[in-house]
């Protein structure tokens, strides 16, 4: 399980800033011929997207089985047709989001007419992440394509066979000239930083987010940043239960071992509720994983010996290690770790105080549940907040009231694919956003565009500014 230097990992590290600036000049190059503008260019791009997700379904899910040991069906479900979907939704409705936006002028500017005008942003870069390797790549390389820019991407060397299934594919599949994937780690990644870009979306820490950020102000290259953090769950009591800890299970376990940035990262419930939660949770858990979840296929493995010792760290803090009530069980050598729940560890624990980004859920308990809001906002905003209440003034009051990227109500991380909604982060957890429509307008540059004509060129407006105009 542990990452080795294979000869290609070693080649590319010969990726330095002087070949970076070469790639970013040949790819501006292809951008100023004008050929990536054209519907056609944009939509035989994505028309080879969508038949390389059909015939390399398999790879791409053994890819994502080898990296994290994702099941096969989460691979399908949270990663390729999500893809798919992106894709699909790109190919309908590009000629529409191509199309310049009809704006009404006013009596000022008579006759005149005006309109949106969507033009590419020229040639952009997309930092990937591990977690949902093929899916936060091809994802962001989607938008930029539709917007009809070049692109380069930079997958993550933490999950290295899904890098190196993007960088064959993307050759075998798209136009070289205006599309390529450099491989790579940091030395890599700060080669292509150095360079001028047109937008830069990325994906990851906050951490590394602000390296990102540093770097593009230097061109004054605007940013997208899908950055992560603490995201809560606020459990009221009045619920369907069984179905609120199915759902939890989802946004948590079922997900990536909860290494997703929308995963349910800790919970709030009242005092008194927190033992039924707690039960119905090790009910359904067994459901899902049996009664060694050790042993589950069902459940993808920590992606490294790193993250699952950071993992290992946050439970055996003194402050937390007695605070175990269901799980703890954990194997190196399978970089495993059993579904784990922590009941009332303080705040200033670790595990509190840091993005968790695994299979460990702290619960904390409060006399009513308004003082989960207090929580909540004492910490950075997340990208995620959820909610399961059957109490209308509840919902109200938490969408009024907590301040997030996104929110869901009565349900954990659908919100990400729910066509029409966009997806980002505010404050720590990112800025921007993107999917479908919203993927388009980030790579795009937006030109206002006012056409007049000779007629009724009024005088009132140049000079000389005598008495009768001043009193008009
Ligand atoms: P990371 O920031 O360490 O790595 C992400 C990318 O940055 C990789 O491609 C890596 O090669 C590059 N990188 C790492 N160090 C760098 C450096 N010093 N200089 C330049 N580039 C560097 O993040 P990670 O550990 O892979 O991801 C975990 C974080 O990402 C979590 O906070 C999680 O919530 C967040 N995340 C956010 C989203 C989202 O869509 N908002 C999705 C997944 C993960």
Redesign the pocket.
């Known amino acids: 399980a542990t990452l080795s230097v294979t000869p290609e990992v070693e080649e590319k590290q010969a990726f330095d800033a002087e070949k970076a600036n070469l790639l970013v000049k040949e790819l501006r190059k292809s951008f100023n011929s004008g050929r990536t503008k054209s519907y056609e260019w944009r939509i035989s791009q994505l028309e080879s997207i969508a038949k390389m997700l059909e015939e390399k379904e398999k790879d791409i899910t053994d890819a994502l089985q080898k990296d994290l040991s994702k099941p096969a069906f989460e691979a399908f479900i949270s990663e390729v047709s999500q893809v798919k979907s992106s894709c699909s939704e790109a190919i309908q409705e590009l000629k529409h989001w191509m199309k310049p936006e009809k704006v009404k002028t006013s009596i000022t500017t008579y006759p005149s007419s005006a309109e949106i005008v969507s033009e590419p942003l020229g040639v952009v870069l997309v930092?990937?992440?591990?977690?949902?390797p093929f899916l936060?790549s091809m994802d962001p390389v989607i938008g930029a394509i539709s917007a009809g820019n070049a692109v380069v991407l930079?997958?993550?060397?933490?999950s290295p066979a899904t890098s190196s299934l993007l960088a064959n594919l993307l050759t075998e599949y798209l136009d070289n000239s205006a599309i390529r994937v450099v491989e790579?780690?940091?030395p890599e990644?700060?080669a292509l930083?150095e360079q001028k870009w047109d937008k830069i979306l990325?994906?990851?820490?906050?951490?590394?987010?602000r390296?990102?950020m540093s770097a593009a102000a230097k061109h004054l290259t605007p940013v997208i940043l899908?950055?992560?953090?603490k995201c809560p769950g606020v459990v009221d009591s009045n619920i369907n239960l069984q179905v609120a800890a199915r759902r939890i299970i989802g946004g948590k376990w079922a997900c990536n071992a909860g290494q997703?940035?929308?995963s349910v990262d800790y919970i709030i419930t009242k005092r008194e509720f927190a033992p039924t939660l707690i039960n119905a949770l090790k009910v359904e858990l067994e459901q899902c994983f049996g009664k060694n979840p050790m042993e589950s296929k069902d459940m993808s493995r920590i992606v490294s010996p790193s993250h699952f010792g950071r993992l290992v760290k946050l439970l055996e803090e003194d402050k937390v290690s007695d605070k175990i009530v269901l799980g703890g069980q954990k194997d190196e050598s399978k970089l495993k770790i059993a579904p784990t729940i922590l009941l009332d560890v303080p705040d200033d624990s670790t595990v509190m105080q840091e993005?968790i980004?695994g299979p460990i859920l702290p619960i904390l308990t409060v006399d009513n549940l308004e003082e989960s809001f207090d929580i909540i906002r004492s910490k950075p905003k997340p990208?995620a907040a959820y909610l399961f209440t059957n109490d209308e003034q509840l919902k109200k009051d938490y969408v009024q009231n907590i301040s997030s990227?996104g929110m869901l109500i009565n349900d954990t991380i659908l919100h990400v694919a729910t066509k029409g909604l966009p997806?980002?982060?505010v404050e720590e957890?990112?800025m921007g956003s993107y999917h479908g429509k919203f993927s388009f307008d980030g790579f795009s540059h937006k030109k206002s565009v006012l056409y007049r004509s000779f007629d009724a060129d009024s005088t009132i407006r140049y000079p000389p500014y005598t008495p009768q105009k001043e009193k008009l």
């Open positions: 930092i990937s992440t591990w977690n949902f936060l930079k997958p993550s060397e933490i790579g780690a940091v990644t700060t930083l990325y994906t990851g820490s906050a951490r590394v987010g390296i990102v899908e950055l992560g953090g997703a940035c929308i993005e980004f990208l990227g997806f980002g982060g957890s990112g």
